[in-house]
């Protein structure tokens, strides 16, 4: 069983930024790939960025070049430094590892 544990949002200018953290519990294993999704109000949950084990990165076109994805094995914990904030960054972020999800962590840019 694995327990993912987000933090870091908040409310935030357009144009600031925020890191958010994702502590994980459990079975995990550093071998794996660790993710952030997002949801908006309304709107379907969908793919951030994702980070394998050995540091390779995968980012969706709308974030690319203002996130990054980035991991610490020794603690578990993977990390979303986020840049240059939009208000259509306005979402709950959640952490992702093998189909488990945490609570999520909300995140609002106002304009």
């Known amino acids: 069983q694995v327990q993912l544990v987000e933090s870091g949002g908040g409310l935030v200018q357009a144009g600031g930024s925020l890191r958010l953290s994702c502590a994980a519990s459990?079975?995990?294993?550093?071998?794996?790939?660790m993710g952030w999704y997002r949801q908006a109000l309304g709107k379907q949950r969908e793919f951030v960025a994702t980070?394998?084990?050995?540091?390779?990165?995968i980012y969706a076109d709308s974030v690319k070049g203002r996130f990054t994805i980035s991991r610490d094995n020794a603690k578990n914990t993977v990390y979303l430094q986020m840049n240059s904030l939009k208000p259509e960054d306005t979402a709950v972020y959640y952490c992702?590892?093998?189909?488990?999800w945490g609570q999520g962590t909300q995140v609002t840019v106002s304009s």
């Open positions: 992702c590892y093998l189909g488990s």
């Open positions: 459990g079975r995990i294993f550093s071998s794996n790939a």
């Open positions: 980070i394998t084990s050995g540091g390779s990165t």
